[in-house]
């Protein structure tokens, strides 16, 4: 956190406010402020800021600045020239640190606070662990909270003054694809994980390649260092995308083929081969951009699809903007932190999915450790090793199944963080009369009573009523919860049997125009008359109604069927 002119900023805004400062009190046209930050006219990335025609220039082409940037009109500021800009909002601590001094000069010098409240909303993220697993009940804001583990671990200086910060910056780095989502499920295997075969067709025959799963990906993208010659491939191929809008370019494959190519936005450069005509092609074949820049990196081609296609477009970026071949010993910062979240992480079978992984991802056994282990892949016959700047985050949702069935091998590597429901973030907040706290307090204790505590009910699920500060509206919210997210859950854990349902609910306490859920006694006699032959050891049957959520008087409708809930409970 730093202040500036008596108000606190964290890292982001900080810059923003120093650049509103800069030109609010001096006479700058947009030549001279290039000049003292040393902007390349055309950049969009890794820039300080743009103008605003690049800005909206790429962003209508499908980029992804929009995250990257201080988009809103407030946040737009004026050159003297009459030049709008948008301002960056990427930013480490230290990048800002070495920015600093060009601001200095103008006598626009901010002081770096030293002390942070506890119970402030402010928050300074600290390191994290490599592997952990969020796991509890059904609503105790594990995905909630995910978010603020992801950017824990992906920036660790960064700080937020509320939620919106946090999930801004969230944005920003899934933007970057530094933080990364899949979600585990029964049918889900190794070859999407890691890598598989993946059947394509060139020059009319089948052909087998090996295709990267998504953490196979991630792992690769986390092992490059963040090198000058990236940076500036990064911009030759910005500027190749301009030339490319629209446009056509020739050129020739190294076998001497002719064809052409253009740019449409999104992810790939369409390609047209001369010797087939345009008419045919519909939208021409597909290179992919990605493939471009890991080709550019790796100089591997073997997953690439239509490659002698995308090995020309390089080599014509290379000659023509004057990009050198990648040079991993040009660093130029300090190495990122990747984060790959797996939502459901017990929902999969860790064994099919991880497979001979499963050792690597030990914090001992990552790339650079003193147990450092590679191992060869199946399929690619690749070298593989997990780098330590890859944070794994799971969420596990215990009622789907318990902590100790988990698969061993995955409980041993990872750092597992109990979340269980808080009524007392309540506070003891009534709503028409109804305790909060109490009331899911009161449900859960029945059934930890009656099942287990890693079936017990989130506090989320009460949240939207909590927030709502219209009481009428707050209450519908409440009834919504029920109806939508506690009966439902009740159901699934006990299977139908009402009676538990019922006890969980306090009906066997409550009079019977408070009750939820109505008990019936029915003779077989009353139902199929005295003759009906049924051997059976009780002489009447009992069944269970749950009450109409709509139409009038209903029971769900009287907060006194809410309070009496709990108020047997001392």
């Not at 990122?336 to 991880?354: A, M």
Request: glycine letters at 4%; charged letters at 30%; a negative charge.
């Amino acid at each position: 956190m730093f202040n500036f002119r008596n108000e606190k900023y964290n890292l982001r805004n900080l810059v923003l406010a120093l650049m509103k400062a800069l030109l609010s009190e001096n006479q700058l046209t947009l030549a001279e402020l290039d000049k003292i930050f040393e902007r390349k006219s055309n950049a969009v990335r890794g820039v300080i800021y743009t103008t605003e025609a690049l800005f909206t220039d790429y962003k209508e082409r499908g980029s992804d600045t929009k995250p990257r940037f201080f988009e809103s009109l407030s946040d737009r500021l004026t050159t003297s020239d009459d030049v709008t800009i948008v301002v960056s909002n990427q930013w480490s601590r230290h990048n800002v640190i070495s920015l600093l001094e060009k601001f200095e000069p103008y006598g626009l010098i901010p002081a770096e606070g030293a002390e942070y409240e506890a119970a402030s909303e402010n928050k300074v993220l600290t390191s994290t662990s490599l592997n952990q697993i969020l796991y509890g009940p059904p609503g105790t804001g594990k995905t909630y909270h995910t978010i603020e583990a992801a950017v824990k671990a992906a920036e660790p200086t960064f700080t937020w003054a509320n939620r919106d910060e946090l999930k801004n910056e969230y944005v920003r780095l899934v933007a970057d694809k530094r933080i990364r989502f899949v979600t585990f499920h029964q049918s889900y295997g190794y070859e999407e994980f890691v890598e598989g075969l993946s059947a394509t067709t060139e020059n009319e025959a089948i052909k087998y390649a090996v295709k990267d799963g998504v953490f196979k990906r991630i792992c690769t993208d986390a092992s490059i260092k963040d090198v000058d010659s990236i940076q500036k491939f990064d911009e030759a191929l910005e500027s190749l995308k301009h030339d490319a809008d629209g446009q056509m370019i020739s050129l020739k494959t190294s076998t001497g083929k002719s064809f052409e190519f253009t740019y449409n936005g999104n992810a790939t450069f369409r390609v047209y081969p001369e010797a087939t005509k345009h008419d045919n092609l519909g939208n021409g074949y597909p290179a992919s951009i990605a493939h471009l820049r890991s080709f550019y990196i790796t100089g591997d081609e073997s997953d690439i699809y239509n490659r002698s296609y995308v090995r020309a477009i390089l080599m014509h970026l290379k000659e023509k903007y004057n990009t050198a071949d990648y040079n991993e010993t040009a660093v130029t910062a300090t190495k990122q932190n990747f984060v790959f979240i797996i939502d459901e992480i017990n929902r999969g079978n860790i064994s099919k999915i991880f497979g001979e992984l499963i050792t690597l991802i030990e914090p001992s056994k990552r790339k650079g450790a003193e147990e450092e282990i590679e191992l060869v892949l199946p399929y690619s016959g690749d070298t593989f090793s997990v780098p330590d700047n890859l944070h794994i985050i799971g969420t596990m949702n215990t009622a789907d199944r318990s902590l100790a069935m988990m698969d061993t091998a995955l409980r041993r590597r990872f750092d597992f963080i109990e979340m269980m429901p808080k009524p007392e973030l309540f506070n003891h907040k009534q709503i028409k009369g109804i305790d909060l706290t109490r009331l899911l307090n009161a449900l859960n204790k029945r059934i930890e009573a009656l099942y287990d505590r890693e079936h017990t009910l989130g506090h989320a699920f009460l949240f939207p009523a909590y927030n709502e500060q219209d009481e009428d509206k707050a209450f519908e919210l409440l009834k919504a919860a029920f109806k939508n997210k506690i009966i439902p859950l009740l159901e699934e854990y006990f299977y139908d049997d009402w009676n538990k349902i019922r006890l969980v609910l306090g009906d066997n306490q409550k009079s019977d125009e408070i009750r939820f859920v109505k008990k019936h006694n029915e003779s077989y006699d009353s139902l199929f008359g005295s003759n009906h032959g049924l051997e059976t050891y009780e002489e009447s049957k009992t069944r269970y109604t749950l009450m109409a959520f709509d139409g009038k008087n209903s029971v769900w409708d009287n907060p006194q069927a809410y309070i009496a809930v709990y108020t047997s409970i001392k």
